[in-house]
């Protein structure tokens, strides 16, 4: 299972950044598909999980209504889109392999991760 992201960077906030994940090892028609992200000094953080094969989407409160994660099963390819971003949403986000069963998330794989800043 590999998984690479881009897309990272610095912006001011309230502005919009869209991250991108290549997945390989696996289909998303099989798995789900997610993002986390760390912050200095916090735990890792689930923050988004979608299974295609039941058209079932996760997000955390801390970006609900302003970040959406969407994909291309053909070329697995998932990106998240992030608008309105804060301060507080600085962090490495990873791209994850993910599943949801009886109301909890599990992240088993991810990639190097990618920076993501918020100027305030």
């Known amino acids: 299972v590999q998984l690479v992201e881009s897309g990272g960077g610095l912006v001011q906030a309230g502005g919009s950044l869209r991250l991108s994940c290549v997945a390989s090892?696996?289909?998303?028609?099989?798995?789900?598909i997610g993002w986390l992200r760390q912050s200095p000094g916090k735990e890792r953080e689930g923050i988004t999980c979608?299974?295609?094969?039941?058209?079932?989407?996760y997000y955390a409160d801390s970006v609900k209504g302003r970040f959406t994660i969407s994909s291309n099963n053909a070329n697995n390819t998932v990106w998240l889109q992030m608008n309105s971003l804060k301060p507080e949403d600085t962090a490495v986000y990873y791209c994850?392999?993910?599943?949801?069963?009886?109301?909890?998330?599990?992240?088993?794989?991810w990639g190097q991760g990618t920076q993501v800043t918020v100027s305030s």
């Open positions: 994850a392999r993910c599943d949801m069963e009886a109301g909890s998330r599990y992240f088993d794989y």
């Open positions: 090892g696996f289909t998303f028609d099989e798995n789900g």
């Open positions: 979608m299974q295609t094969s039941d058209g079932n989407t």
